[in-house]
């Protein structure tokens, strides 16, 4: 039987939660109160696992934190673990490279992974990435820099970019 951490930290977003496998690596996270409604979207087995509530993940904790009051590469210090093959792992992979602040369309982040002619597939990565804000899918745009989606809506999407280009704008 599968078990994971599962905890829930206050954020400017609202409620963030995170499910931390036995190897410390996250599993699936996202802006909700209710951390088994990420099990939903899990591989079998995890999608089964029991939930151990967790009030205090330390470092994932602080990293969090740290982010959201501007120090932006905190959350690389997190390993995070997906379930997916080839072209969505480095499109994954590529997406914890591209700096806070910046932005990349999805024909660019294409071209990041491996396959500059697979946009469709860099956009159906960003919909499949279950760590958003770990993995930061946020900072994928469209060609024409309109933001285009993102699971917990535009004005999250919106909020994480200005959110970085303001630490930026700080120094």
């Known amino acids: 039987m599968n078990a994971m951490d599962a905890t829930t930290l206050p954020t400017p977003l609202g409620p963030f ?17 209710t951390p088994d409604s990420l099990l939903d979207e899990l591989p079998l087995p995890w999608r089964t696992a029991t939930l151990r509530a967790c009030h205090d993940l330390g470092a994932y904790r602080d990293a969090v934190r740290a982010y959201f009051v501007g120090d932006h590469q905190a959350l690389q210090a997190i390993p995070v673990l997906q379930t997916g093959k080839g072209f969505r792992m480095r499109a994954w992979q590529a997406m914890r490279r591209i700096p806070p602040g910046a932005t990349v369309s999805y024909a660019q982040l294409a071209a990041m992974a ?12 960003c919909a499949a990435n279950l760590v958003p804000l770990l993995v930061p899918c946020h ?22 970019l200005e959110h970085e280009k303001a630490a930026l704008a700080r120094g």
């Open 17 to 33: 939660s995170m499910l931390v496998d036995d190897d410390g690596a996250v599993r699936a996270a996202g802006f909700t109160v």
């Open 114 to 125: 491996g396959n500059p002619r697979a946009a469709r597939a860099a956009g159906a990565a």
């Open 139 to 160: 900072r994928i745009i469209a060609s024409d820099g309109g933001l285009n989606h993102y699971y917990y809506g535009l004005s999250h999407k919106r909020w994480l």
